[in-house]
């Protein structure tokens, strides 16, 4: 399984912008995709997962201003994320694994990242 994302860029405080993610290759029907981030000089977080049966979570950080959602049919998973703020920046990555937690130890797939600047 390879992962790949797009859609990252600089943007103003206040402002949205849509990652996406594209996986090619064998998947399973039980994997979760997730999106994480990380800023310089700290750890990978979880922003965001998607679960197989479709639930989905969501650190505090961002609840009510991103949104993850999956199309099997395209193989593409997206975050789109409104009300940015500069503590948004960061390299986001998206990731495949069993485990549907924020943490990083249920993904065994990464993406390369792309990165998000919020900055006035």
């Known amino acids: 399984v390879r992962l790949m994302e797009s859609g990252g860029g600089s943007v103003q405080p206040g402002g949205s912008l849509r990652l996406s993610c594209s996986w090619s290759?064998?998947?399973?029907?039980?994997?979760?995709m997730a999106w994480f981030r990380q800023a310089p000089g700290k750890e990978r977080e979880g922003v965001a997962t998607?679960?197989?049966?479709?639930?989905?979570t969501y650190a505090d950080s961002v609840k009510g201003r991103f949104t993850i959602s999956k199309d099997g049919e395209k193989n593409m998973v997206y975050l789109e994320m409104n009300s940015l703020k500069s503590e948004d920046t960061g390299m986001y990555y998206c990731?495949?694994?069993?485990?549907?937690?924020?943490?990083?130890?249920?993904?065994?797939?990464w993406g390369q990242g792309t990165q998000v600047t919020v900055s006035s």
């Open positions: 290759g064998p998947t399973y029907s039980n994997y979760c």
């Open positions: 998607f679960d197989s049966d479709g639930t989905t």
């Open positions: 990731a495949t694994g069993m485990g549907c937690t924020l943490d990083t130890s249920g993904y065994n797939v």
